[in-house]
């Protein structure tokens, strides 16, 4: 299994709603990242989990809320977006004992109105 | 973090070898050049990494200048399905480290 599973593929979600996006890998792998990506740009890091610890956040709101409950799972809680975090979030994980050769999933299609 | 440039854009044919530059002029010694590329509407994908030597395996050739100032990626025999972002990236290989992506090459490759 060389997946990174990420769930839903779509998302449409009001501005005072609470959601959930889902990243799930078997690979083994203990570094996992969000990006976010607007139309026509290079994905922007947003987060990185090494261990199951956050080990880097790149200033984001706090609307987005990051979660890693076990080695397998990743999660983003969203609360109270606008309409400008629509975009494409993806999830990335990373092997063990390598540096960032990392594999992604096929993203999350989020709009919010 | 060393800065990357990369051409906005290339056309290849196909069949061709598509030959993607990257400069990065202020790469430090512990900074591994890495490539990425996305096609459309798909996650972004690894191709290959190096620090000094050419590295081959069975997607793509990378080439590093002796003095590491800049590399070249090489895709052998370019198909229409190699059509997508090609990312530049150069960063320390440390676990966990941040993988940031620039602004990239979009490679148009034409039947």
């Known amino acids: 299994d060389t997946e990174v599973t990420q769930t839903p593929k779509h998302l449409v979600m009001g501005m005072t709603n609470k959601k959930s996006l889902k990243c799930e890998q078997h690979m083994g792998h203990r570094a996992m990242y969000w990006y976010k990506q607007k139309a026509k740009k290079p994905p922007e890091l947003m987060f990185v989990y090494s261990y199951e610890k956050l080990s880097i956040n790149e200033s984001v709101p706090s609307r987005f809320s990051p979660e890693c409950p076990n080695s397998s799972l990743l999660n983003l809680h969203l609360h109270a977006l606008q309409p400008e975090d629509s975009a494409l979030y993806l999830c990335a994980s990373s092997p063990l004992g390598q540096g960032l050769e990392a594999f992604f999933g096929q993203g999350t299609r989020l709009t919010v109105v | 973090d060393a800065k990357t440039t990369q051409p906005p854009s290339m056309d290849c044919a196909e069949g061709r070898a598509a030959n993607l530059p990257c400069n990065h002029s202020?790469?430090?010694?512990?900074?591994?050049v890495y490539w990425y590329r996305q096609i459309h509407s798909q996650g972004p994908q690894y191709i290959i990494h190096g620090l000094k030597n050419n590295e081959t395996n069975e997607m793509a050739s990378l080439i590093i200048t002796e003095d590491r100032k800049s590399s070249t990626l090489i895709l052998p025999h370019a198909t229409l399905r190699d059509t997508a972002v090609y990312y530049c990236?150069?960063?320390?290989?440390?676990?966990?480290?941040?993988?940031?992506f620039g602004a990239g090459t979009i490679l148009r490759v034409k039947s």
């Open positions: 990236i150069v960063r320390v290989r440390e676990y966990g480290n941040k993988l940031v």
């Open positions: 202020t790469i430090s010694g512990n900074e591994y």
